[in-house]
């Protein structure tokens, strides 16, 4: 069974690869009609060769949107995957995630974290990193994390604006309450 799964898993991430890059093509292919619809520049009295551009731009534009999705698909499938294979204990959460590239902003994120012990707000993370806390900065950070944190890959988010790593959820993020304390609104 284990086997199998592997299988799926490889088939399905070179149909994600496949895709994509099917999706970079597309794109490329929709710019070009694009410019050359620019180009046309009133070169076209009849107007025919503008509705073909037009055509071929709609045409991309709708396979392009086919892709997405079909990637979207793709993706959940293996992230099923994968989860399933974490329940019948075949696939621990190390194999699971996609490695961090030693020296990349999120490998020196990670260390920072785990240096850390604890979950930090976006600004400390930048600082700790070595970055300016801009909001350029802290836009792109927290795409990254957050795109990592909802595929459950190596980062969670614990409050707006507050990352830890994923290792954290064994631990408790939030502060325990304490029974014997009254309740204070």
Do not use: W
Not at 117 to 123: S, T, Y
Not at 155 to 161: D, G
């Amino acid at each position: 069974m284990a086997d199998d799964l592997e299988m799926r898993l490889k088939t399905i991430a070179e149909e994600i690869s496949s895709i994509g890059l099917m999706n970079e093509t597309r794109l490329g292919r929709i710019a070009g009609f694009k410019e050359a619809l620019v180009a046309l520049n009133g070169s076209d009295p009849s107007g025919s060769i503008r509705r073909k551009l037009e055509d071929k731009i709609r045409k991309e534009e709708q396979a392009y949107s086919e892709g997405r999705n079909g990637l979207a698909a793709a993706r959940g499938r293996a992230e099923a995957i994968r989860e399933s294979m974490r329940l019948m204990g075949q696939l621990n959460d190390e194999q699971s995630s996609p490695e961090l590239r030693p020296g990349s902003e999120l490998h020196k994120v990670r260390q920072f974290l785990l240096s850390q012990g604890k979950p930090m707000p976006l600004n400390e993370i930048l600082i700790g990193i070595g970055k300016q806390d801009t909001p350029d900065n802290r836009n792109s950070l927290r795409g990254s994390l957050g795109r990592y944190a909802r595929s459950g890959f190596h980062f969670l988010k614990t409050a707006p604006n507050t990352f830890g790593l994923s290792s954290y959820k064994q631990d408790s993020v939030l502060p325990e309450e304490d029974p014997d304390k009254p309740f204070e609104p």
